[in-house]
């Protein structure tokens, strides 16, 4: 390892142990106030490592800067087109030019000084892990801290939604800046920061996602386009940054078929599209249906009633809560549907209540067995802390 490599070490140390220490002891620099330490530490990388700029064509820069913004875009195109079904929130920032300049201007500002101070680290990392490890951990800390005062993080749920939010899709966020930054230099990262963190204070609406939604397309996102970007630029003979070669066709089909099946986890977890996921709670319906079990729920049933048959499984809506029981009597009054249900357990009688037209979520078509079980573990944990 170089001299110069075990400097950058030794200061990265330095700053996760601040880091660590202003998260856990003494809460300081929280929000956007977090421009004052990476100002700080942005002239101490400066004056302890210097500061080159990485040379590259300016087609090369320009091609990259293009295909960062298209993709970008386009993510945030269809976001908004999932509001179509989910629904939109309307922004609670004022859109007068003086509140919009004094929204954004910390934000541009914060953001530059980050990608700067990502770049000067990156730059002279020379590849090596340890320090990319290490800047890993320093900027999903920053995003923390950044994001910190929207949370309580007191409140179990809300520690849950900012590991959600926030922690995951920090890590594959800053994994791609990263390698950019090393790669293209620090112009590109900034554009995709803008991008991503000013729209909320530009556009009147933002579409209202589950956070399940939210927090996968949020973790995949930069590694598609990383993806796309290095496959795209990889195929230019004439780029002049270094770069691994293309990947070879069965790298490229494994990763064709993982975002196949993450897209179709997503279409089954938002709830929007004709079949729904959903993970059993309760031991009401075993052995049939166990407590973890993730049952597949097909939803065009309800357009379909008279297709509904007694031993059906049936998903419904009753006293705020759903519940999976078996149908066991079906009768027709006046165009409404009365359908009485009951668990599979032994032991179990028949419900005390009529399924009726509107409660009606759907129909079990299949389930696939334990896949669920962490995220019970988890709901009970969360209950069990709220009391």
């Known amino acids: 390892m170089k001299k110069s490599e075990k400097k950058i070490i030794v200061f990265e140390l330095i700053i996760i142990f601040f880091l660590i220490l202003n ?23 400066i004056l302890l490592f210097g500061f080159e700029k990485v040379k590259m064509i300016s087609k090369d820069k320009k091609k990259i800067i293009t295909i960062i913004i298209f993709y970008t ?4 195109i269809i976001i908004y087109g999932f509001g179509l079904f989910t629904g939109y929130v309307k922004s609670p920032y004022s859109f007068t030019l003086k509140n919009i ?18 770049y000067n680290l990156s730059h002279k990392s020379n590849k090596n892990k340890k320090i990319y490890f290490m800047m890993l951990i320093i900027f999903t800390t920053l995003d923390f801290l950044i994001a ?13 939604k900012m590991l959600t939010l926030v922690i995951l899709p920090s890590i594959t966020k800053n994994i791609m800046l990263i390698d950019f930054s090393y790669k293209y230099g620090y112009l590109p990262t900034i554009i995709y920061q803008l991008i991503m963190n000013l729209y909320i204070y ?42 691994k070669k293309a990947k070879n066709i ?30 059993v709670g309760s031991g009401s319906m075993s052995p049939t249906i166990q407590v973890g079990d993730a049952i597949i729920v097909d939803k065009t049933i309800k357009n379909h009633l008279e297709n509904l048959k007694v031993g059906d499984i049936l998903v419904f809506r009753m006293k705020d809560s759903i519940y999976t029981h078996r149908v066991v009597d079906i009768k027709e009054e006046n165009s409404t549907y ?28 299949f389930k696939v067995s334990y896949i669920g079980y962490p995220t019970v573990l988890l709901n009970r944990f969360i209950k069990e802390n709220k009391r």
């Open 338 to 365: 009365l359908i009485s249900t009951k668990g599979d357990r032994k032991g179990q009688v028949i419900d005390n209540w009529t399924v009726k037209n509107d409660d009606i979520v759907g129909i079990v078509k």
């Open 73 to 76: 875009v386009s993510f945030l």
């Open 202 to 243: 530009l556009l009147p609406i933002y579409p209202n996602l589950s956070i399940y939604l939210e927090s996968v397309v949020m973790f995949l996102l930069p590694l598609i386009i990383k993806y796309i970007v290095d496959n795209t630029l990889t195929k230019e003979k004439k780029v002049t940054i270094e770069r």
């Open 101 to 118: 300049i004094k929204n954004t201007f910390p934000v541009v500002i914060l953001l530059a000084l980050l990608e700067l101070f990502r």
């Open 23 to 45: 998260v856990f002891v003494k809460n300081i620099f929280s929000g956007n106030n977090v421009v004052f330490p990476v100002g700080i530490l942005l002239l101490i990388s």
């Open 250 to 279: 069965f790298s490229n089909i494994f990763i064709g078929i993982c975002v196949l099946l993450i897209v179709i986890i997503i279409s089954l977890y938002s709830n929007i599209f004709s079949y729904w996921i959903a993970v």
């Open 148 to 160: 910190l005062p929207s949370y309580d993080i007191k409140d179990c749920e809300e520690i849950l």
